[in-house]
């Protein structure tokens, strides 16, 4: 079955380091999103991609970056990592005709 | 730019019918989504609707939209303890190719 993975499920890190989390989908969807969740904002986007070669700026991307080198990869990089960006990271797929489907969410420390 | 709304909390008793509400500013919206959200998971699709749709019934889900004041509502009939969690509402649009979410309603079912 297709699916939505994504990697660590946990993860602590320092401040300052570089992190990646990966999300690997198998839909072959075009469109994929990330999202960080945080209580008392719901979700808020930081990236997304309509396809390969295709990277846009979501309301909180300060401080993060995508690159979309195939279709089922969209691996998210903080790049000096603040506690700020302690947060729980959601990564989502859809195409034009179907609704976004869901990692299971990787959780995010910094410390 | 595009923003989506929901009241952040709802609490009802077993049995009762609960009303979670939704407002959304992207008249380009193309599907509104309600995704519900259990303790420590993902985002689950619970149901969708397409923006020249007024209503669609799922069981004991109904989702009714107004277009005009771009208010979406999600229904749930004889709610139940397992019912209790966070629902959140989206929209999609296939100009922008953006996936926006709300804050997120927590639904509290009462015995």
Redesign the interface.
Known sequence: DAEITQSPRHKITETGRQVTLACHQTWNHNNMFWYRQDLGHGLRLIHYSYGVQDTNKGEVSDGYSVSRSNTEDLPLTLESAASSQTSVYFCASSSDRTEAFFGQGTRLTVV | ?EDVE?SLFLSVREGDSSVINCTYTDSSS??L?W?KQEPG?????LT?IFSNMDMKQDQRLTVLLNKKDKHLSLRIADTQTGDSAIY?C?E?S?NT????????TTLQVKP
Request: glycine fraction near 20%; charged fraction near 5%.
């Open positions: 730019g929901q193309t599907y989504y995704y998971a993902g985002l689950q699709l969708y959140f989206a999609f296939s190719g953006k996936l926006i979410f709300g804050q997120g």
